[in-house]
């Protein structure tokens, strides 16, 4: 039986985000913290079952994730009108890496061990936020010490605009008019069942039914599609060329990154490019099993099982003792 993930408490005044935490299985004092950021809609429902098999794999991690702000369903209600140190909604990509680096801040002194060592692994643009959070950290504080290396699951890091999703979506995402019909759509959908959309997303997606209810969620709620489209355009616009030094692509072999082949959300020279940016200084892998860029909706214990056999995570926490 996969184990059941539990709600993680949140910093003071921090907007309102779904969390996923499973417990150590087999804790030690010295159990290393995995902490995961989800791709772009930043929905950490979608990743239950990756992580679930994860923590089974791996029972003497934590493992925290979180959802992008911005994405709880009931936001608005919780807190209509309040003013957030981060700026006005919705919030864009330098926003969500500063609040990732307090949640994870957070979470290594909750757990109570200042010292304990962190694992970074993230999907798609968490990847982006996940380079971002290293090297504010090891530039900034002692915490980036802390970070022993992360994997990036088909990392969109680099000139995302010029993949081939990317350039069939950067002049519609730039639209006003396109982001407001995609909100009244939401707003419409809402007024239907639960069953109803829920049953409409399985038929034209075929996702499973835990896939199924968080896409549900998320085309049910204005301002969390709002908060998807706001948050794709920027990234159009600044994932673009490479903004990282030492701290990432010379970390002898403490970071992976797992590519998929025709991966529509990053283009054959990008990830060429990004494979040889760093000979010697990371790991690079071209997924060869049929996963896919979007494997959180129906291949997450597949990814899981990808995960456990190529032994990134052993590698990686197994360097320090």
């Known amino acids: 039986m996969s184990p059941k993930p539990e709600q993680f408490p949140l910093p003071e005044n921090f ?59 009931d936001e608005p209600q919780l807190h209509k009108g309040y003013s957030w140190k981060w700026g006005p909604q919705p919030w864009g990509l330098d926003a969500q890496v500063k609040m990732k680096t307090e949640l994870l801040q957070f979470a290594v002194e909750k757990l109570g061990d200042k010292n304990r060592r962190v694992l970074l692994v993230a999907h798609s643009m968490g990847a982006y936020l996940s380079l971002e959070m290293i090297t504010g950290l090891k530039k900034a504080t002692k915490e980036g010490s802390k970070i022993l290396g992360g994997i990036m699951l088909f990392p969109t890091v680099l000139e995302i605009a010029d993949s081939p999703q990317g350039r069939l979506l950067m002049p519609l995402l730039g639209s006003r008019i396109v982001r407001g019909a995609a909100s009244w759509a939401a707003w419409g959908f809402s007024w239907l069942k639960e069953w109803q959309v829920k049953m409409l997303v399985k038929i034209l997606t075929g996702q499973d039914p835990e896939a199924a209810e968080t896409t549900r969620q998320l085309v049910t709620t204005p301002h969390v599609v709002e908060q998807a489209l706001v948050l794709a355009e920027e990234e159009m616009r600044r994932i673009t060329t490479d903004r ?34 760093a000979r010697g200084g990371g790991k690079y892998v071209l997924e060869e099993t049929g996963l896919k860029h979007g494997f959180c909706v129906s291949q997450g214990e597949r990814m899981a099982e990808v995960v456990k056999v190529k032994g990134w995570i052993n590698d990686i926490v197994g360097e320090e003792k």
């Open 15 to 73: 907007p309102p985000t779904e969390t996923l935490y499973f417990p150590p299985i087999t804790p030690t004092v010295s159990s290393p913290l995995l902490f995961f950021l989800p791709g772009n809609p930043g929905l950490v429902n979608y990743y239950t079952s990756f992580l679930a098999q994860l923590s089974i794999a791996h029972p003497n991690l934590h493992i925290l994730a979180a959802s992008h702000a911005g994405f709880h369903p």
């Open 244 to 277: 990282w030094e030492e701290e990432v692509w010379g970390c002898e072999g403490r970071m992976v990154y797992v590519f998929g082949q025709k991966d529509h959300w990053v283009a054959e020279k990008t990830r060429e490019g990004i494979m040889a940016k």
